[in-house]
């Protein structure tokens, strides 16, 4: 495939398609040279979809500028430019691909390696498509269809085998730089040197900055960085080439982003020099304090707006009244009572679309994609298990993650992050806590609640709901001070959940609200979790019930200390065995003589449930047979 060609000679770990739905959905999808020969398949798999591909190769699996190497390559969408035309003279592509009928790409292969100002000029020369020369381009990849049209057009390379250049070569072929547009040529790193001794640490910070995190008011960055870098002494050109390849550049990738950002640098200047009522116009003369804290390091999230500008906000609720957009919930329970379990089937619920249930009725679920960062539960042969016996098969926005990282790991958060940017999760599982709160000491509240605004910060960036799990600590006592660590974790957040075994039913699992506090708590939410053949497990939502944290954690405690007694399961088969094999006997006797030997209701329904019990009625009354010697085993 002559895109795969082009890959194994161009240098980078990752290379990139990108495919778009019929309903607009984007994903980037990434292949390592090892990987090439899945890319046959891929087609296949997506021949629904838009497919693109990106030129160039790329050091993570991120379509990013920051992440992006040179290629031996310049390429332009060429738009209605025929590259068979004679303004080609001298610059004809070595490939040439057909996009639609009367659409165009160009490709020039490389004897060195290429520049982004080369490839820019070289597009404008052409009059292609000005938002098409740039590193993370994509382009459409040949052989595919194309939705666009009716028709569906296939794309086709018109050929292949053009010469190869070198950046000298092609650099004859375009005309000189027209005066008054040098400043866009200036070496950035070069005026950044000259000028870092007179900008503010903050200025230096954000121009440095690879990228934005967190929700920043762009406009308001930029133009605050227009000021500083225009005040520190450099020209409009000089502050053009900074500010042009930094994160806060807003216009990037647009046709006339060059255009846009030098007209936003002359409102700078023409509104500092714009004519006072007195005095000599000058630039803005901060105060000491303003002085004081640009020399502080003042940052962007800091805006000071008064309430009668904030717009209210309805609470957005992701599954009602447990996790809500821009909310972190907790989720904790004793090991092994299956909260990771029920975690998964929310988390699972939510990415495919399923109904949850609610104490309101008709409350709509969210769906959207969901990421679950978990390194005790393997993907393969835990989660996907798991989810696929539940009827979630094969979910393709449900991202496990099953590597380990510390929230005080800034590279890891940076780069959680930029994934987080590409996914837009609608729900972030952390399980658990232990596994990624760093160095905090999560018995001081202090440090444990500013070890959780990470998650907060999270939830608030990506309008998302985050649930945090957490282990139980031994012993007894309320409800609220149970979680491991600090009362503080509990305290910062919104909604904590806990996980505990029904005071009549160990085999059933309750989840119970401790706290909710933009919401009435709700009744406990039953659920079981049933083994079945092959190492195979259902779990099964059950009814709402009046128990509340406290007397399902009593429960889970009185069954860890006195080993559930009379309460299993497996108790029940074999009462039901004794009285019932081989003659019918009246159900509400068998509940009277179960309760007079410790075994509930529920155990013996749930008991018959797995045996080969025969049900009648004779005038009203209902009789229950084993009519099998042998029994269904006991899956739990």
């Not at 990738?253 to 509104?271: A, S």
């Not at 994609?369 to 393997?378: A, G, M």
């Not at 990506?462 to 491991?484: D, E, I, W």
């Not at 030997?597 to 155990?603: D, I, L, N, Q, S």
Request: charged share 30%.
């Amino acid at each position: 495939m002559i895109i795969t060609e082009i890959w194994k000679n161009q240098p980078g770990k990752f290379f990139c398609l990108s495919t778009k739905s019929a309903g607009g959905k984007w994903k980037d999808h990434f292949f390592s040279p090892d990987e090439f020969g899945e890319i046959k398949q891929f087609l296949k798999d997506f021949d629904d979809h838009d497919i693109y591909f990106c030129p160039h190769g790329f050091n993570r699996r991120v379509r990013q500028k920051g992440e992006a190497v040179l290629p031996n390559l310049l390429w332009a969408d060429l738009d209605f430019a025929d590259p068979r035309g004679k303004e080609f003279k001298g610059l004809k592509p070595t490939i040439a691909i057909e996009s639609s009928p009367g659409r165009f790409v160009g490709l020039w292969v490389l004897k060195d390696v290429m520049s982004e100002d080369v490839n820019r000029r070289l597009t404008y020369h052409l009059d292609a498509d000005h938002g098409g020369w740039d590193l993370t381009q994509v382009l459409r990849y040949p052989g595919t269809k194309n939705y666009k049209y009716k028709s569906q057009p296939r794309v086709r390379v018109l050929w292949d085998d053009g010469k190869e250049y070198t950046k000298k070569s092609i650099n004859k072929h375009l005309p000189a730089e027209e005066e008054g547009n040098t400043g866009e040529y200036l070496s950035a790193a070069d005026v950044f040197e000259e000028y870092e001794g007179k900008l503010p640490r903050w200025v230096r910070r954000e121009l440095l900055a690879k990228k934005i995190t967190g929700r920043a008011d762009r406009s308001e960055m930029l133009w605050k960085l227009e000021n500083a870098c225009l005040e520190a002494g450099m020209s409009i050109d000089e502050s053009f080439a900074v500010i042009r390849h930094s994160a806060w550049n807003k216009f990037k990738g647009r046709r006339n982003e060059d255009e846009q950002l030098r007209r936003e640098l002359q409102k700078v200047v023409d509104h500092q020099f714009e004519e006072k009522p007195k005095g000599k116009a000058k630039l803005h003369q901060k105060s000491d304090r303003e002085i004081q804290q640009e020399e502080d390091g003042p940052r962007q999230r800091f805006f000071f707006t008064p309430i009668k500008d904030i717009k209210k906000e309805k609470i957005k609720w992701l599954w009602y009244p447990y996790l809500a957009r821009k909310e972190v919930s907790i989720l904790e329970g004793d090991p092994g009572l299956g909260k990771s379990y029920l975690a998964m089937m929310v988390a699972g619920a939510i990415a495919s679309g399923q109904k949850l249930p609610s104490p309101m009725k008709g409350a709509k679920i969210g769906e959207g994609p969901v990421v679950y960062f978990d390194i005790e539960n393997n993907a393969g042969s835990v989660t996907k298990v798991r989810l696929s016996y539940n009827g979630y098969d094969d979910l393709d926005n449900y991202y496990p993650v099953e590597q380990a990282f510390s929230i005080d790991d800034e590279d890891a958060i940076e780069e959680i992050y930029e994934h987080l940017e590409v996914i837009k999760p609608v729900l972030v599982v952390f399980d658990t806590l232990n596994t990624y709160i760093g160095r905090a000491d999560t018995h001081k509240a202090s440090e444990s609640t500013q070890a959780m605004n990470i998650f907060k910060q999270i939830a608030r960036d990506f309008n998302c709901a985050v649930l945090v799990l957490r282990h139980l600590t031994k012993g007894s006592g309320p409800a609220m001070y149970r979680g491991q660590g600090s009362i503080a974790f509990s305290g910062s957040v919104r909604m904590v959940m806990q996980v505990g075994v029904h005071p009549e039913d160990s085999e059933t699992k309750v989840m119970a609200q401790v706290k909710n506090n933009i919401a009435p708590k709700a009744d406990g939410l039953c659920f079981n979790i049933e083994g079945r053949p092959k190492g195979e497990s259902e779990f099964i939502w059950g009814e709402y019930t009046e128990l509340t944290a406290e007397m399902i954690m009593d429960a889970s405690h009185k069954a860890r200390t006195e080993g559930n007694k009379g309460s299993h399961v497996q108790d029940a088969m074999e009462f039901l065995e004794a009285q019932i094999k081989g003659s019918a006997v009246e159900v509400s006797k068998l509940l009277r003589m179960g309760e007079k030997r410790g075994v509930t209701a529920k155990m013996i329904e749930r008991a018959a449930s797995k045996m080969n019990v025969k049900k009648k009625h004779k005038k009203g009354i209902e009789y229950w047979e084993l009519i099998a010697e042998d029994r269904e085993e006991d899956e739990d």
